[in-house]
């Protein structure tokens, strides 16, 4: 069961499912479409902030609470998290619990139980008063957006410890479209560069081979297509230089994203004096991106295709 099961979203009214990038207002912790805030720029129910209109989450039955026991502590107004008295910031999503008196934060807490669906903690239990390169790790999770649970705590050691790995095996894997997936353009353009020259070898073999398999092709340009001694010993070596990328990714994506993450929301923060549009800054430049990946491979095969039947139109007219 997921954190958002019977919640629909504010905007484009769709119940929310498993797998969807949910984001939720650093106000009332209305929960939103990542795509759908973006589009709209601010909370839905910006307009009743602060007032006794201000959204709270309509409680479940499965969620009501069993035992007087279980009503002890206190509950997230953002998640709904129960935690123990004199937390002073919620374990699970890192929002302040203590107002600045001392006091109690508990504006909309009685909305939420204290039996809600186990979900990961988006900071991996990173206490949420850690700071990398003083920034907030609430800060750093609002903007990697999906598998935070999974950056944080390994983003917390590497700034501790410089000489620190941590592996990637999305990384190694996905290579070029892991790094589009999460948004690091120039990153990209230099592993994307990278992997069109490892298959440039066997692209012109293929092609070769193909090209001297047409029988309508003459004897003569057959043999201006059969690719030189260079290009046959480099398809013998690409394959180990693919593996060593992949290595390296492996080793040092994480390091590489965290960078990236650390820089991005310095210049966000330097932009965006107001803390409400530095929130909303972090929610819609950070997250994942599915359209980079697949815009880059649908354009590598066009270009690659097109070469192909130019190749094969030329000699064939």
Known sequence: MGLYDGLTCPICSKEFEDGDDVVVCPQCGAPHHRQCWVQHGECAFAADHGTEHQWKRPRLKSEEPDSDAEKEGLHCPRCG??????????????????????????????????RGPVVPNPLGGVNPNETIDGIPVGDIAAFVGNNSYYYIPRFVAMAKDKSKITVNWAAAL?????????????????????VTLINIPSFIITLASSVMMMPDVANYQTILFQPSNA??????????????????????????????????????????PNPMDYQNALLQKGGISWAFPIIYLVVFSVVIGMISVGVTFSLLT
């Open 81 to 114: 998290y129960l935690n123990d008295d004199g937390t002073l910031f919620c374990i699970k999503c890192g929002m302040p619990l203590q107002t600045g008196n001392g006091q109690k934060n508990t504006s909309n807490s009685s909305s939420w139980s204290a």
């Open 174 to 194: 996905l290579m070029q479209n892991w790094v589009a997936f999460r948004k690091m353009g120039g990153l990209f353009a230099i592993v994307a560069a990278i």
């Open 231 to 272: 290009v046959i010993v480099a398809s013998y070596i690409m394959p180990f230089v693919a593996l060593l990328m992949r290595i390296f990714l492996a080793l040092f994506g994480n390091r590489l994203y965290m960078n990236y993450v650390i820089k991005r929301i310095h210049k966000l923060k330097e932009a965006h």
